[in-house]
């Protein structure tokens, strides 16, 4: 069991996006996620195709449509850190609104979503 990051309970957790794909931290099920550069909020998003899938995506440099690979490179992705909730992929489309709307409402300019 891993300590502290991730709590089953509540299918939330949080580590570096390169430890959250290598260390197999984030779960397999789908969810909803934030990703963070230098105590910045960058995006938000869902994975209905399952957290680590996405995250070893954004890691190793995956194209296929996924907003959001396109600022993470092998430069800077040893410094992108990501926090999830597993959940249904109906229920992660609800919260990935209000996750966006609430970053949008403190000012939060989310420059890697391709969401306006």
């Excluded at 197999?24 to 909803?32: F, I, L, M, N, S």
């Excluded at 910045?40 to 070893?56: C, I, T, Y």
Aim: aromatic share 10%; proline share 3%; hydrophobic share 30%.
């Amino acid at each position: 069991s891993i300590m502290g990051v991730v709590s089953s309970a509540t299918g939330m957790g949080s580590a570096s996006l390169k430890s959250a794909y290598l260390d197999q931290k984030a779960p397999k099920g789908p969810g909803v996620y934030k990703i963070t550069y230098r105590g910045q909020l960058m995006k938000v998003g869902k994975a209905s195709d399952g957290l680590r899938k996405r995250f070893s995506d954004y890691y190793r440099g995956q194209a296929g449509g996924t907003a959001g690979l396109k600022y993470i490179t092998e430069d800077n992705r040893d410094s992108v850190n990501v926090s999830w909730k597993e959940c249904s992929s109906s229920e992660a489309r609800k919260i990935e609104t209000m996750w966006y709307d609430q970053a949008k409402q403190r000012g939060e300019e989310l420059p890697w979503s391709d969401r306006r």
